[in-house]
Nanobody, 118 residues
Framework: EVQLQASGGGLVQAGGSLRLSCTFS????????IGWYRQAPGKEREGVSC????????YYIDSVQGRFTISSDHAKNTVYLQMNSLKPEDTAVYYC???????????WGQGTQVTVSS
């Protein structure tokens, strides 16, 4: 059973930092993409960042480029999202996910709330 456990959310002032962690287990497929979506109240879910298991290539949505950094620790089966220079518009529930490249099947963890006060 694929499991993903997200943690690290919280309340922070604008300009502050948080680091989200996503610990995963239960999947053995070789090629996958793992990362983060977020959903703010009244808004559609949007992909924030992901990292490829193959070549380690990364993707960031334009609005977080230069402020967020995704990384992975394979020994710990954990993916991190370092979020710096946080803005109130970053406030959302952040969800980690893993997507198998071949089948495009995705698995989701529970969300973690990030709240940035102005």
């Amino acid at each position: 059973e694929v499991q993903l456990q997200a943690s690290g959310g919280g309340l922070v002032q604008a300009g502050g930092s948080l680091r989200l962690s996503c610990t995963f287990s239960g999947f053995t497929f070789d090629d996958y993409s793992i990362g983060w979506y977020r959903q703010a109240p009244g808004k559609e879910r949007e992909g924030v960042s992901c990292i490829s298991s193959g070549d380690g290539s990364t993707y960031y949505i334009d609005s977080v480029q230069g402020r967020f950094t995704i990384s992975s620790d394979h020994a710990k089966n954990t993916v991190y999202l370092q979020m710096n220079s946080l803005k109130p518009e970053d406030t959302a529930v952040y969800y980690c996910y893993v997507e198998q490249i071949v089948t495009r099947r995705s698995y989701w963890g529970q969300g973690t709330q990030v709240t940035v006060s102005s």
